[in-house]
Antibody, heavy 122, light 109 residues
Framework: EVQLVQSGAEVKKPGESLRISCKGSGYSFTSHWITWVRQMPGKGLECIGRIDPSDSYTNYSPSFQGHVTISADKSSSTAYLQWSSLKASDTAMYYC???????????????WGQGTLVTVSS | QSALTQPASVSGSPGQSITISCTGSSSDVGSYNLVSWYQQHPGKAPKLMIY???KRPSGVSNRFSGSRSGNTASLTISGLQAEDEADYHC?????????FGGGTKLTVL
């Protein structure tokens, strides 16, 4: 069974750093790109960026370029999303999603993690 | 890239059909057969309902269908059921990047 299991909710202060994770199982982790998606409270979905776990090649959406870093560890089948200095405006639910097609950056998202709620407040 | 435009809300009675529109541009919806739709119940992760404009994943009811005309994609749900009440998000590739719509809240009256 394909699963993406994300790390638990986080409460942080502005300026702190954070890394959240997304562990894949039940499939070949290096064969499917992973995209990270943000959902701010009461709002729609926004694509942050994506990674090819086979070689850690990444694309970032222009709105997020330079604000976050996406990475992956093949050995643990885990993708990461990290911030070096959080802002209150980073408060949101964050999802990881698997690209459906083998080795394709241009795929629908067939499996999603359960989401990680990040709250940034002083 | 700009977000795709969806109505904030739609509603319908059980058994009726509803259509949710998703308007983009010639740079996204109008150019790529890579439009998808996701259903999201409160507090849950999104679920893929339609991909590549018209295709339905295994296990998704055939009451859900997708279409496109020009720069506007549409999701139609026929025979509305109470369990269909959820948020629906459209999504398209726009060159390298992905854009989502703002989401539409479907209320089953």
């Amino acid at each position: 069974e394909v699963q993406l299991v994300q790390s638990g909710a986080e409460v942080k202060k502005p300026g702190e750093s954070l890394r959240i994770s997304c562990k894949g199982s039940g499939y070949s982790f290096t064969s499917h790109w992973i995209t990270w998606v943000r959902q701010m409270p009461g709002k729609g979905l926004e694509c942050i960026g994506r990674i090819d776990p086979s070689d850690s090649y990444t694309n970032y959406s222009p709105s997020f370029q330079g604000h976050v870093t996406i990475s992956a560890d093949k050995s643990s089948s885990t993708a990461y999303l990290q911030w070096s200095s959080l802002k209150a405006s980073d408060t949101a639910m964050y999802y990881c999603a698997r690209h459906a097609y083998d080795s394709s950056a241009y795929s629908p998202f067939d499996y999603w993690g359960q989401g990680t709620l990040v709250t940034v407040s002083s | 890239q700009s977000a795709l435009t969806q109505p904030a809300s739609v509603s319908g009675s059980p058994g009726q059909s509803i259509t949710i529109s998703c308007t983009g541009s010639s740079s996204d919806v109008g150019s790529y057969n890579l439009v998808s739709w996701y259903q999201q119940h409160p507090g849950k992760a999104p679920k893929l309902m339609i991909y590549e404009v018209t295709k339905r994943p295994s296990g998704v009811s055939n009451r859900f269908s997708g279409s496109r005309s020009g720069n506007t994609a549409s999701l139609t749900i026929s025979g509305l059921q109470a369990e269909d009440e959820a948020d629906y998000h459209c999504c398209s590739y726009a060159g390298v990047h992905v854009v989502f719509g703002g989401g539409t809240k479907l209320t089953v009256l």
